[in-house]
Nanobody, 124 residues
Framework: QVQVVESGGGLVQAGDSLTLSCVASGRTFDAYSWGWFRQAPGKARGFVAAISSVGGSTTYADSVNGRFAISRDNAKNTVYLHMNSLKPEDTATYYC?????????????????WGQGTQVTVSS
């Protein structure tokens, strides 16, 4: 079983930057692909970004492309989400998730392990 813990959320102003971290337990971290999803009140959980296990390929939702960047540090069992030029519509609970295998996935149902989430609030 893989344990996933997110951190780094908070209250920021529009235009600010914030970096979320996700630490995962287990000795096979580098074999997993990782993703970030977010969920605003009253809305479904939606895809934000993903990074593959091999090669570090990435993909992003259109709404964050060019503003957010996902990265991983296999030595630290950590995945990051670097968020720039934040907007009020980025306000949500952000979830880190992992799946075995190297492919990039944007469907939440293809992920196996989830954290409890970290809240990001962007004020205008």
């Amino acid at each position: 079983q893989v344990q996933v813990v997110e951190s780094g959320g908070g209250l920021v102003q529009a235009g600010d930057s914030l970096t979320l971290s996700c630490v995962a337990s287990g000795r096979t971290f580098d074999a997993y692909s990782w993703g970030w999803f977010r969920q605003a009140p009253g809305k479904a959980r939606g895809f934000v970004a993903a990074i593959s296990s091999v090669g570090g390929s990435t993909t992003y939702a259109d709404s964050v492309n060019g503003r957010f960047a996902i990265s991983r540090d296999n030595a630290k069992n950590t995945v990051y989400l670097h968020m720039n030029s934040l907007k009020p519509e980025d306000t949500a609970t952000y979830y880190c998730t992992g799946r075995g295998g190297w492919g990039l996935r944007t469907d939440r149902y293809e992920y196996d392990y989830w954290g409890q989430g970290t809240q990001v609030t962007v004020s205008s």
